[in-house]
């Protein structure tokens, strides 16, 4: 019985990886064996110098990049000192304006594009990173973690600094922020893992080769004259995807309790 | 005002307005532009009532949205999740190889869906893809899966759940990690079997978890639609098409904003209505404190 569940399992874990395992044999292999499945097939990265030169993916990924980075960077900073507002600080309206934070959760900024998009235009600035990253930089999930968290710090911690003579922002500096380093780790994971991977938004509001992120750069050199060069594709497809597949293959173990620790708060 | 009232508020200010901008503003802003035309050049739209509203009564491609939608959650949500619960209980035991099992469980999470889309999409391909080739081992090829209405739907709810269990599984590795062993080994002393312990210790004290992916499964249903702009735009016939996804197509390939507006209302709609479901439901506690 625990043979067959053991087996079971396998088979699962098999069927899983499966798709990888073969976007992998394809964009490894020359196109003659793309669908052919011979243990004698010669090793090539010539898929991966093509995809490389027929679509300008340095600048996607500078771009993904860049997306990723500012985003973090607004997150960190915006969500810190709201977290901190909402588990230290007693003001009128603190219960409604924390319900209109929550709202986000629900609602997400995914589902606003096409007002978003008419805001940007009146913003002007369509086609550009900050318009993809602005919806997401005031994360109402990051708010919600780091008050969590911020909530647990003895508040002799606080006092004690307050003694010596601290405001806010330095106890907030001073105390909190490193106390909480786990779990800006694990924000950081989860964002960083949540904007390389969006593309809808993106798609829409970008329109050129200098603003575009990875994905949306994957979908307009797939869907293009490439035809189906099935070969091809899947290097492009596992180039876009190997910064957090190798990040994750290497940190595996952060990786999951980061996602844990994101998710039982 | 106190100093306190003012810190916490000048703290809170930065994320509001962005907040206020981009998530409070806009729902408003649908609502407000969901009964006007769609502006055209620099003149302000005229106000044309329900206009907007009559039309997606009449529009079978919503209506169809609509109900794929709603299929299309029946069949992640619970899939996703029953899988999500076997798959966290086999890598919390004490089985061969259960790092391995973990890696190629959570894989997929950590993938661009657009990516992971295009690899399905060869996986699916007629003639030659992978599925095709085994399937032709028994003796039952030909089929163009994502192209026959029949089939297309199915093809895209694997895709979602095999995206999504091995996140949901992560939420309940942690939920077993936290039930103290002590609890086992009473079972195993009063004889009860693993089926039972299961059932009647274990599935209730993970009931909060469920909930939890519960919810996020229910908005990843309604967000969730890169991979049907790769791998079927809404084809055959309609047959993929998903609210959202048809809110894109009327917004960004037709340009209707007006209507896409009135089409977002309904996507709003529902998933207030599941907010509300989820306050009245759900223990406080899940949210607050």
């Given amino acids: 019985m625990r043979r067959l569940e053991t087996a079971a399992a396998w088979l699962l874990g098999f069927l899983w990886i499966l798709p990888?395992?073969?976007?992998?044999?394809?964009?490894?292999?020359p196109p003659e064996f793309s669908t052919r499945f011979v243990l004698a097939a010669p090793l090539t990265l010539d898929n991966f110098r093509r995809a490389w030169e027929a679509a300008p993916f340095a600048r996607y990924f500078l771009n993904s990049f860049m997306l990723v980075t500012m985003v973090l960077a607004?997150?960190?900073?915006?969500?810190t000192l709201a977290g901190y507002a909402f588990a230290r600080f007693e003001f009128r309206g603190k219960d409604i304006a924390f319900f209109l934070v929550l709202v986000q959760l629900m609602i997400m900024p995914d589902v606003l594009i096409v007002e978003n998009y008419r805001t940007m235009a009146r913003l002007g600035i369509l086609d550009s990173i900050p318009a993809i990253g602005l919806p997401y930089m005031a994360s109402a999930f990051?708010?919600?973690?780091l008050r969590q968290t911020f909530k647990t710090v003895p508040r002799e911690l606080d006092e004690a600094a307050r003694v010596e003579g601290a405001g806010p922002l330095e106890i907030l500096w001073k105390v909190y922020v490193p106390l909480a380093r786990p779990v800006y780790l694990a924000y950081g994971l989860v964002s960083v893992s949540y904007h390389w991977n969006n593309f809808l938004w993106p798609l829409i509001i970008t329109n050129s080769v200098t603003s575009r992120p990875v994905t949306v750069g994957l979908q307009v050199f797939s869907s293009g004259d490439q035809g189906i060069d099935w070969s091809v594709i899947t290097a492009a497809?596992?180039?876009?995807?190997?910064?957090?597949?190798i990040g994750f293959l290497l940190f595996q173990r952060q990786f999951v309790q980061s996602f844990m620790r994101a998710g039982i708060k | 005002m106190s100093r306190s009232a003012i810190h916490g508020w000048l703290l809170l200010l930065p994320a509001f307005a962005l907040l206020a901008l981009f998530t409070h503003w806009p729902v408003f802003g649908t609502l407000w532009d969901s009964f006007h035309a769609t502006?055209?050049?620099?003149?302000?739209a005229p106000f044309v009532g329900l206009e907007n509203y009559q039309v997606m009564i009449a529009d079978e491609v919503f209506w169809r949205s609509l109900v794929n939608n709603f299929w299309y959650a029946v069949g992640t949500i619970p899939m996703s999740i029953a899988l999500a619960i076997l798959m966290a209980l086999w890598v919390n035991s004490a089985m061969a190889g259960r790092t391995w099992l973990r890696m190629a469980f959570f894989t997929p999470t950590v993938l661009p869906m657009i990516a992971v889309a295009n690899i399905w999409l060869f996986f699916f391909t007629p003639q030659y893809g992978l599925l095709e080739q085994l399937t032709g081992l028994f003796g039952i090829s030909g089929r163009n899966w994502l192209g026959d209405p029949q089939t297309a739907l199915g093809c895209v709810i694997v895709v979602a759940v095999w995206k999504e269990a091995g996140f949901f599984m992560i939420f309940y590795l942690a939920a077993l990690q936290s039930i103290p062993p002590s609890l086992a080994e009473a079972a195993a002393l009063e004889g009860a079997s693993r089926a039972y312990y299961f059932r009647r210790i274990v599935f209730p004290l993970l009931m909060p978890t469920t909930?939890?992916?519960l919810v996020n499964?229910?908005?990843n249903s309604f967000r969730l639609v890169d991979h049907i702009v790769v791998m079927t735009r809404g084809g055959p016939n309609n047959a993929t098409?998903?609210?959202l996804f048809h809110v894109y197509q009327v917004g960004f390939s037709f340009w209707d904003t007006g209507y896409a507006a009135a089409l977002t209302v309904v996507l709003l709609v529902i998933l207030a209505a599941f907010a509300v479901g989820q306050f009245v439901f759900l223990d406080k506690r899940v949210h607050y404190q």
């Fill in chain 1, 20 to 29: 990888l395992l073969y976007a992998f044999w394809t964009a490894f292999h």
């Fill in chain 1, 142 to 145: 990051g708010i919600f973690l």
């Fill in chain 1, 237 to 245: 497809t596992l180039m876009t995807s190997a910064p957090l597949l």
């Fill in chain 2, 211 to 213: 909930l939890f992916v």
């Fill in chain 2, 39 to 44: 502006p055209k050049g620099s003149r302000p």
């Fill in chain 2, 217 to 219: 499964a229910v908005i």
């Fill in chain 2, 241 to 243: 098409s998903l609210l």
């Fill in chain 1, 74 to 79: 607004a997150q960190l900073v915006l969500c």
